[in-house]
C-alpha cells in the first residue's frame, strides 16, 4: 500500500474524501491536494504566490478542518491554489508556508469542511482520516 494518498468515497448528501498518511503533516498535504482534486481546480501557471497560515495548536481534528476552511477561503476570496506546503511545528502553533498559482478555474464549489463523522485514526502505518464536505 502507498503511504500517503486519497480518493473519494460516496457520501449519501455531501462529498466526503479518505485520506491517509504516514504522518500528520502530510495528512494535512495529501487532505489539501484531494480536495484541490474534488473540486477540480486548474491552475494558472504565470507568477508564483506564497502564503503563510498560522493555527493555533489545537486538536488534529480542528487543525486539519481549521487548514482546509482557509483553503476554500484563499479559493474563493482570492483565486489562489497552493501545491508545495512547508509546516513546522511550534509549542503553540502550527506554521504553514505555502507556495502556489492563481486559479483560471474549478468544476464544483465548497462551501465548508465539516467535523461531520471527522476522527483522524492512527494506524500502524500513519495516520487516516474521512472528510466531509459540504457542497
Request: hydrophobic content about 40%.
Amino acid at each position: 500500500m502507498v503511504d500517503h494518498g486519497y480518493e473519494e468515497v460516496k457520501h449519501t448528501a455531501d462529498v466526503a474524501l479518505r485520506v491517509w498518511a504516514a504522518d500528520f503533516n502530510n495528512l494535512l498535504i495529501q487532505s489539501a491536494l484531494g480536495m484541490y482534486t474534488l473540486i477540480g481546480i486548474q491552475q494558472r501557471k504565470d507568477r508564483p504566490i506564497t502564503h503563510e497560515l498560522r493555527l493555533q495548536k489545537t486538536s488534529r481534528e480542528v487543525i486539519l478542518v481549521d487548514f482546509l476552511n482557509e483553503l476554500v477561503f484563499l479559493i474563493e476570496e482570492f483565486q489562489q491554489v497552493f501545491t508545495q506546503f512547508f509546516i513546522k511545528t511550534e509549542e503553540k502553533t502550527v506554521i504553514i508556508k505555502m507556495t502556489g498559482f492563481r486559479t483560471s478555474s474549478y468544476q464544483r464549489e465548497i462551501k465548508a469542511v465539516t467535523f461531520h463523522n471527522l476522527e483522524i485514526i492512527t494506524k500502524p502505518q500513519g495516520f487516516e482520516t474521512t472528510i466531509t464536505f459540504d457542497i
